[in-house]
């Protein structure tokens, strides 16, 4: 929190944009369609020396999972104004010190939940079929040529846990193919299509032939599938996990894959996964031909990466562009309409007493009148805008940054 007071106003040709690991060609474009020419596209992550070199003069910085954004680097982040994580996860920024730095990281939680969707969807016709023990024996030279324990899907009964994004869009695509659909969420949930909420986890899992997860991660769901509620499924059910890893206890798991209780499963998290594709990939359910394992890439297709850029790059242009903070994870929240006519304020500072009133002191003081003023606070962290008429910001902006709490300034006109 000791950071020196910053401000800035630049027109958009002077933005400097660098994006890192590959970004999907899409946020390019969205930033030069939204008028920035200084767009920089690198193939993979910089080795740390040089990812802090290169953050001094960079305004936007757009990254995927492999940059580190630790204190150290952002500490050199002089101009840094706006981060993107193009992926879901933000774990690789340190998101309270880019927070105290006056740095909004914005992240795409959802862009990919389709993709998700349709594996589960593909994952429910292979397991009623007994399709994964049938490709593996295939593969040691074997015929499995039978009917026995192959079923249609179409009017068995599919339990989703978690009735959010995935497990919603699940539903709906399941009931094509002629599923009938039980949800079960913690929070009461509107039903899409004829999808029929259930009471209680026990309920659902007693009445499903196939089960699929969708809930996060969270000390509630930790083993939220484990011994006893395996034995509530029903004899011959189905299992399928692409959540989390620590949602399914693995035990429990082999252990009704050994006794039959549990017909197949389809599994692609794990408790731990290898931290790259050099590290072998170790699980006890490696011994199940009936258990389709897929390395985590539920997610992962061509049209989640072009989502991804497009969501991420649309919310920086926004807090570029307008100064929304809209879909950012470390900062507070603030929804602004355009300011056509008016010239607009930002000022993020420590959450201290008396702040707001320093700043209105200093639009007082300068005879500026303010039109409309929006403020949103964290615990440590407030942002305010404001839209004022005025063409001498620079008196306004020396006064906001002698506010003892003031983290940064940002002038748009
Ligand atoms: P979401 O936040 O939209 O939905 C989660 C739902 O679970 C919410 O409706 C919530 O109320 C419910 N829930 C939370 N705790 C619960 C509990 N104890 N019992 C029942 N319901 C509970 O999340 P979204 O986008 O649908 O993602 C679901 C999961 O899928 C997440 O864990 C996410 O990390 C994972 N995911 C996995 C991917 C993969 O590659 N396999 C890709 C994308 C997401």
């Not at 193919?177 to 999808?195: E, M, S, T």
């Not at 562009?321 to 602004?336: E, H, I, K, Q, Y």
């Not at 008396?354 to 039109?371: D, E, R």
């Amino acid at each position: 929190m000791s950071e020196p007071s910053r401000s800035y106003s630049l027109a958009k040709e002077k933005i400097r944009v660098l994006l890192l690991e590959g970004i999907h060609e899409s946020a390019a474009e969205q930033f030069f369609n939204a008028g920035y020419s200084d767009v920089e596209c690198l193939p993979a992550a910089l080795p740390q020396d040089e990812l802090a070199d290169r953050i001094r003069d960079v305004h936007f910085l757009g990254i995927r999972s492999r940059s580190r954004l630790t204190d150290a680097v952002l500490a050199k982040a002089e101009k840094l104004t706006g981060i993107g994580c193009f992926c879901i996860g933000t774990d690789q920024v340190d998101l309270k010190t880019a927070r105290h730095q006056g740095i909004p990281v914005f992240n795409a939680p959802y862009a990919n939940t389709r993709s998700v969707a349709e594996l589960v969807l593909a994952e429910l016709v292979m397991l009623m079929r007994g399709i994964p023990a049938k490709n593996a024996a295939a593969h040691r030279g074997e015929w499995l040529k039978s009917a026995a324990g192959a079923y249609e899907v179409r009017g068995k009964t599919l339990g989703i846990v978690g009735y959010g994004h995935i497990g919603s869009q699940l539903g709906v695509l399941a009931e094509g193919l002629g599923l009938r659909v039980l949800y079960y969420d913690i929070d009461r949930k509107l039903p899409l299509g004829n999808a029929e909420p259930v009471n209680s986890l026990a309920e659902l899992l007693d009445r499903a032939d196939l089960v699929s997860l969708h809930v996060p991660d969270t000390d509630l769901t930790l083993d939220l599938i484990g011994q006893a509620e395996i034995s509530q499924m029903r004899p011959g059910s189905h299992l399928i996990n692409a959540s989390r890893g620590r949602v399914v206890s693995i035990p429990a798991l082999c252990e009704a894959l050994e006794s039959g209780h549990i017909a197949g499963a389809a599994i692609d998290v794990f408790p731990a996964e290898p931290a790259s594709g050099n590290d072998e990939f170790v699980s006890e359910l490696r011994q199940f031909d009936n258990v389709l394992l897929t390395p985590h890439i539920g997610g992962s297709t061509f049209e989640a990466q072009q989502n991804i850029a497009l969501d991420v790059a649309t919310k920086m242009i926004l807090y570029s562009d307008n100064g929304s903070t809209t879909g950012a994870v470390n900062f507070p929240t603030v929804n602004l309409p355009d300011h056509a006519t008016a010239r607009r304020i930002m000022h993020i500072h420590r959450n201290e007493p008396g702040v707001l009133q320093a700043i209105n002191q200093v639009f007082s003081t300068a005879g500026i009148n303010i039109a409309s003023q929006y403020l949103q606070t964290l615990p440590d962290v407030g942002y305010v805008v404001m839209d004022v008429e005025t063409d001498d910001a620079g008196t306004l902006l020396r006064g906001l940054n002698e506010i003892p709490a003031t983290i940064r300034t940002r002038f748009l006109y």
